[in-house]
């Protein structure tokens, strides 16, 4: 057990080093990084469209899977062919969810202001803010895409180090972990 579990420690933490990797090209060239995740996203979509098709036996709900694979094969085409395709439509869908998901927002900061609270004002000034971000990204999609990939490239290493650190601490006292779990 203790073997076992040295072994997926340390394949943890060099996944944890992967990603600060990938978090730290991600911060250092987002434009870049976001083509190559949308080349790799293309080619996951060709293989299970290509999954789908061969294996078309199922059903989900009213759509077989043929279905599915045949949008999932044409879409990763697309994509493919046209990475900045997916630079463009990721922003702007996240800025449509945003500016709506904000409008719910001020509707029930609304409604704690008409019962009576006292603290209706701060979600409403931030889902303003967030509605005018959501427009901002609708707007200027390549700009939105560029700070996406920052952010997440910066979520990426926060992770990383953070996950790094927790393992170092399970590394560090492994026995004990071992000793609860066989328990």
């Not at 060709?46 to 061969?54: D, N, S």
């Not at 439509?89 to 800025?95: E, F, M, R, Y």
């Amino acid at each position: 057990m203790l073997k076992k579990f040295n072994k997926f420690m340390w394949i943890s933490i060099a996944s944890c080093v992967l990603f600060l990797i990938i978090g730290i090209i991600f911060l250092g060239n987002p434009e870049t990084s976001f083509k190559v995740v949308s080349i790799i996203f293309s080619v996951l979509l060709i293989v299970t469209g290509i999954y789908l098709i061969v294996d078309y036996s199922g059903k989900v709900l009213f759509t077989s899977f043929l279905t599915t694979g045949i949008l999932s094969l044409i879409l990763g085409v697309v994509l493919l062919l046209n990475p900045d395709a997916l630079v463009v439509l990721v922003p702007i869908v996240v800025g449509t969810w945003m500016i709506t998901s904000s409008i719910v927002d001020i509707e029930l900061s609304l409604s704690l202001k008409k019962i009576g609270y006292s603290s209706w004002l701060l979600p409403t000034i931030m889902a303003i803010i967030a509605i005018v971000c959501g427009v901002l990204m609708i707007v200027y999609p390549h700009s939105g895409t560029i700070a996406l990939t920052t952010f997440f490239g910066i979520l990426l290493i926060v992770y990383s180090m953070a996950a790094i650190i927790d393992l170092f601490v399970f590394k560090k006292n492994v026995n004990d972990i071992v000793k609860e779990i066989e328990e």
